[in-house]
């Protein structure tokens, strides 16, 4: 159903900035997991304010790491929504597929109104033609 598009050089090019910013983001994620879970290990009573100070530090990585993760989905998004042009295409012709058909079936409505109304017409020029109060 859905045949592999060839795409510009720059739209190439971008696809694999975002691949590659993804595999940063996830790996990203992944180091700052990993020291989370080195710094909870506590062994004595001194490590106690330095694994907290690196807790934080650890969670405000994260967080940016997330971030990071999100503007890349909202860009995936964006050049989505902005090159994806065989569905905006096909988009446009289904919608002028159907003003076609509802002009035609408009157009059929009219010339059966004008039909009627000028065999009324007809019919009522001969009835007052044919009447003695003209």
Do not use: W
């Not at 993804?22 to 879970?37: A, C, G, P, Q, Y």
């Not at 694994?51 to 989505?80: C, I, P, W």
């Amino acid at each position: 159903m859905s045949q592999p598009r060839v795409l510009p050089q720059s739209k190439e090019t971008l696809l694999q900035s975002y691949n590659k910013r993804l595999k940063d983001d996830v790996k990203s994620i992944m180091d700052n997991f990993t020291e989370i879970i080195k710094t909870v290990k506590i062994e004595d009573e001194t490590q106690v304010s330095r694994a907290t100070q690196g807790e934080q530090d650890n969670y405000e990585m994260h967080v940016r790491a997330g971030e990071s993760l999100m503007k890349l989905v909202s860009d995936l998004k964006q050049f989505l929504i902005l090159n994806d042009f065989p569905s905006v295409n096909e988009a446009i012709n289904q919608r002028n597929q159907q003003l076609r058909s509802l002009q035609d079936e408009c157009d059929k409505k009219l010339i059966a109104l004008r039909d009627e109304i000028s065999i009324d017409l007809y019919e009522l020029e001969e009835e007052y033609y044919s009447s003695r109060y003209k």
